[in-house]
Every structure is written in C-alpha cells, then in structure tokens.
C-alpha cells in the first residue's frame, strides 16, 4: 500500500534545507487546514539546533531553521541561506554570498520586518556559539581544531560571511550542512539564553508555535518564508506540523493504519510481516 512507504521513506520528508511534504488533508477535520501529522517514539529533550545530537531533534531543528548550504538526495551540496562561495585557492578561506530575502520567525522581541532580516552577523553569532563553552554545545567537536584560532567566523558586511581554517579541510562544506550550524538570530537568541531550548526561532518552513514536553509540538507556517519549488509555489504548501510523542509503538502504528497519522519514526517488530515479504521487499 502506498501509504505505508511512508513509514519508510523518512529522508523524503525532514531532508535538506527545506524538503516539504507532500501536503494532505485531515480527514474528518472541520477545517481545510492541512497538516502533516507524526509520531516520534523518542524524547525531544531541546529545539535548539546547538543541541541536535539525535535525529529527533535533528528532524524538528530542519523545520524551523535554515543553514547555509543543504545537502539534496544525490548528496551533493547546494545553497540555502548562502546563494553562493568561494574558496581561497590555499583552501583556508570560504567567502558565502548571502541571499538577501531572508527573515527570522515573527517575534514580539523584533520591532519590525528589517530587524527580522537575517545577516552575516546572525551567521557569525551562531557559529562562534557552538564552540562557546559558556553554551557547552555537543556539536562543538565539528568546529574544534579546524577553523583558525583568530576570528574564524567573520561577517565582511551583511550579507557576506567569512570562514577561516587552520589548515585545508575538505569535508568543510558537508559539515555546515548540518543541523548544528542553523543560523539563529542573535537578538532572541541571547535574549532566552538556556531557554531558548523551548522557544527557539529560526528562518525555516515552519515556525514554533508550542511544545509540551513529552506529549506534544506544534509547528504552524511560516508566512514569510523565501524558498519556492520547481512549479514556482512559495514553500511550505503544508499549513503545521503537528508531532505526538508516544513512545507505545504499537499504539502509533495503529493510529497510523486509522489515517490519524500520517507518519510514524520506526514499527514494532510484531507488525513488520504486515508489511514485508520474506525477501525484504514491500508488500503490493
């Protein structure tokens, strides 16, 4: 059944900068909003994409933040928040070109639209926090001992950003794909400090909207967002996300086969003959 690739195909769905789900309706919903509905067994134990460790957090930081390059399904680099870079020919200097349509989560903190506005300042402030032990960010490691010891991350003026190496490293652009290096903005960033865990605002899809913590998160759309996808939309095409986190996979899958979800992280095992055949393969 073709519903149930989707317990499988989860890189399709929360992969990349921004990756939207297909956008389907709540059945039985009185309301027309559409929102993506799934089930995540495991504890979420911060929003803060400093703290991305695990591949819950890593799933829900890839919705309402961005960085600045994504990574496609061929595995191959491409721009997000940077439209473009360059390389120092000794390999120790990357130069990112800033899009410049890019703005922070609506906050009551921001006092309008411009201060909204994302800058290779908000890109320096976040790199130089994964590796402030003040923060004692577990990404750390993918910054210590690679990027020069004085003014690693710069910003030239605001929309270009300079990155220094001690010595060439080739992986430099796979490591900023991930989830550590979201781009936060400094202002709300500061402003939470420890609980910016659970009031987190980024630049993504998707907006914070509320969590209760081992029970429920709530993502809503977020209206300014600048990506489109190939047929020119303005993404998301999707209106929320709403994620339940009941760790009985039994229950899930069965809220699952009722269409109450419309995703699930991972089956029992006592329901994987429903879906395979001997050899692995899916059931028709």
Not at 67 to 91: E, F, H, R, Y
Not at 112 to 137: G, H, M
Request: aromatic share 12%.
């Amino acid at each position: 059944m073709k519903k149930h690739l989707l317990i499988l195909i989860s890189c399709l769905l929360f992969f990349g900068c921004n990756t939207d789900p297909k956008p389907t309706s709540n059945k039985g919903n009185t309301t027309d909003k559409k929102i993506f509905r799934y089930n995540q067994p495991s504890a979420v134990n911060s929003l803060d994409p400093a703290f991305s460790k695990d591949q819950a957090t890593m799933w829900i930081a890839n919705q309402i933040f961005n960085g600045l390059v994504q990574i496609d399904k061929d595995l191959n680099i491409k721009p997000c928040l940077a439209k473009s870079w360059k390389i120092s020919d000794d390999g120790l200097t990357y130069t990112f070109k800033l899009r410049e349509d890019v703005y922070f989560h609506q906050h009551e903190l921001f006092k309008d639209k411009n201060e909204r506005k994302l800058t290779a300042q908000d890109v320096a402030y976040s790199f130089n926090r994964i590796i402030d032990s003040k923060v004692a960010s577990p990404g750390a490691w993918i910054f210590n001992d690679k990027v020069a010891e004085n003014e690693p991350f710069k910003a030239l003026d605001d929309h270009t950003f300079q990155l220094k190496l001690r010595k060439p490293f080739r992986p430099t652009l796979g490591i900023l794909s991930l989830q550590y290096c979201s781009i936060v903005p400094k202002k709300i960033t500061e402003h939470y400090g420890k609980e910016f865990r659970s009031n987190p605002v980024g630049s993504g899809p998707f907006q914070y909207k509320h969590w209760k913590e081992g029970d429920a998160l709530i993502l809503v759309k977020n209206p300014d967002y600048w990506e489109k996808n190939k047929a020119g939309q303005t993404m998301p095409l999707l209106d929320g996300i709403r994620v339940s986190f009941n760790e009985n996979k039994q229950a899930a899958y069965l809220q699952f086969m009722q269409n109450k979800l419309d995703f699930i992280s991972g089956i029992d095992p006592s329901f994987k003959d429903d879906l395979l055949t001997t050899a692995g393969t899916l059931k028709a």
